[in-house]
C-alpha cells in the first residue's frame, strides 16, 4: 500500500512541468530607447513606463494583453521562439526568447522582458 502511494506520488510530480513562459512581461525597451530613457523623454517614472504595455502568459495558452490601462484577452501559442497572439480574428507575431518577447508595432519593435 506504501509502494502504491509513493508511486502515485512520483508520477503525479513527473506530470505537472510548469511552462518556463508563464507569467509577466513588461516594457524593456521601445522604439529603440531603454525604458529609462523613454521615461525621461515622457517626463514620467520608470515603473509607469514599464507598466505602458504588459503580457500575461498563462499555462491555459491564454493571456492579458494590456496597453495603456485596456485589457483585452488573448490566445498565445509557441512554436520554436515564433510567439503568435490572438484576439477576435487579428494576430500579433513576434519572437519569446530567453525570457523577452519582442513585437513589431507600427514599424517600432518593443521588447518586454518577464518580470518575477
Do not use: H, Q, R
Not at 8 to 17: E, Y
Not at 24 to 37: A, P
Request: proline share 1%.
Amino acid at each position: 500500500m506504501l509502494a502504491a502511494v509513493l508511486l502515485l506520488g512520483v508520477l503525479t510530480a513527473c506530470g505537472s512541468k510548469t511552462d518556463p513562459n508563464v507569467g509577466v512581461y513588461k516594457v524593456e525597451s521601445l522604439m529603440g530607447m531603454t525604458v529609462e530613457e523613454f521615461a525621461e523623454m515622457l517626463g514620467e517614472d520608470v515603473e509607469t513606463t514599464k507598466d505602458f504595455m504588459s503580457i500575461e502568459l498563462k499555462a491555459d495558452g491564454k493571456a492579458t494583453f494590456t496597453t495603456e490601462g485596456e485589457v483585452e484577452e488573448v490566445t498565445w501559442k509557441l512554436e520554436g521562439d515564433k510567439l503568435t497572439l490572438t484576439a477576435d480574428g487579428d494576430t500579433l507575431e513576434g519572437t519569446l526568447k530567453d525570457g523577452k518577447i519582442t513585437l513589431g508595432l507600427e514599424g517600432e519593435e518593443i521588447v518586454l522582458a518577464k518580470v518575477g
